[in-house]
Antibody
Framework: EVQLLESGGGLVQSGGSLRLSCAASGFPVITYPMTWVRQAPGKGLEWVSAINDAGSDTYYSGSVRGRFTISKDTSGVYLHMDKMRVDDAAIYYC???????????WGRGTLVAVSS | QAVVTQEPSLTVSPGGTVTLTCGSSTGAVTAGHFPYWFQQKPGQAPRTLLHDASGTFSWTPARFSGSLLGGKAALTLSGAQPDDEAEYYCLLAYGANWVFGGGTRLTVL
């Protein structure tokens, strides 16, 4: 069974850093593109970042470019968040898929809170 | 950045039919936007319903269908059930990036 399990969320101060992990099981993560999506409290979904199957190409939304870094290895996909802002507070979801592969399976999400 | 528009809310009667739409600020939504539809119930992670405007997954209930209609992507629910009450989001591709719509809150009442 394909599963994604996010971890690493928590409370961080504005300007601080946090690293999210998404453990993948049931499929070879290194052969699929992967995506991070976030949802601020009471708000809609926002596409954040994606990485291609080989891990060689990365993509970012304008709101996080230059501050967030996506990466992957054989175990999963990661999101390193620097210079965090209050408006980065959200549930962060890992999503299997992207360019060249359908978006299909979602993780349950990990909650990130940012204090000012 | 492009803006993807959805109806903020819609209501459908049990057993009824409703169509949700997804528009783009840049013009007509086409197959090249690779439209997706997601369903999210309160307190849960989203679930992917449709891909490429009308493609389904093994878990997609048959009462959900998708299309490109009048320059928009459309999600049609035929035979609504109380369990279909949820927030529905569309997603469109713009070059290398993707943009979600603001979501449609569907009430079955």
């Amino acid at each position: 069974e394909v599963q994604l399990l996010e971890s690493g969320g928590g409370l961080v101060q504005s300007g601080g850093s946090l690293r999210l992990s998404c453990a993948a099981s049931g499929f070879p993560v290194i052969t699929y593109p992967m995506t991070w999506v976030r949802q601020a409290p009471g708000k809609g979904l926002e596409w954040v970042s994606a990485i291609n199957d080989a891990g060689s190409d990365t993509y970012y939304s304008g709101s996080v470019r230059g501050r967030f870094t996506i990466s992957k290895d054989t175990s999963g996909v990661y999101l390193h968040m620097d210079k965090m802002r209050v408006d980065d507070a959200a549930i962060y979801y890992c999503l299997k898929g992207g360019w060249g592969s359908r978006f299909d399976i979602w993780g349950r999400g990990t909650l990130v809170a940012v204090s000012s | 950045q492009a803006v993807v528009t959805q109806e903020p809310s819609l209501t459908v009667s049990p057993g009824g039919t409703v169509t949700l739409t997804c528009g783009s600020s840049t013009g007509a939504v086409t197959a090249g936007h690779f439209p997706y539809w997601f369903q999210q119930k309160p307190g849960q992670a989203p679930r992917t319903l449709l891909h490429d405007a009308s493609g389904t997954f093994s878990w997609t209930p048959a009462r959900f269908s998708g299309s490109l209609l009048g320059g928009k992507a459309a999600l049609t629910l035929s035979g609504a059930q109380p369990d279909d009450e949820a927030e529905y989001y569309c997603l469109l591709a713009y070059g290398a990036n993707w943009v979600f719509g603001g979501g449609t809150r569907l009430t079955v009442l």
